[in-house]
């Protein structure tokens, strides 16, 4: 199964700034990413995920603010990493 990792582990930001987290995984290929938020929240209308494992979300606001899990999947297994988010 793949190993996930995030970069960074934790962030801290201001409303309006950008965020983006990439999501790193070894193992054998091919590896999908998905990411979510912890706890039930919904992504931001404005985040997107690419397919190479990065979120980003063009304008945070105080409500993007929590941990962010990303999940690595390949044939064998999946693997998941977390990231704190703060927005204030």
Not at 19 to 41: D, K, M, N
């Amino acid at each position: 199964p793949p190993y996930a990792t995030t970069l960074t582990d934790e962030t801290v930001a201001r409303p309006g700034d950008a965020l983006r987290v990439q999501c790193l995984a070894h193992g054998t290929h091919p590896i999908r990413f998905r990411w979510t938020r912890v706890g039930g929240a919904s992504m931001s209308p404005g985040a997107e995920t690419t397919k190479d494992g990065v979120l980003k979300i063009a304008q945070l606001k105080v409500t993007d603010s929590g941990t962010y899990k990303c999940v690595a999947t390949n044939h064998v297994g999946s693997s998941e990493a977390l990231t704190k988010v703060t927005v204030r």
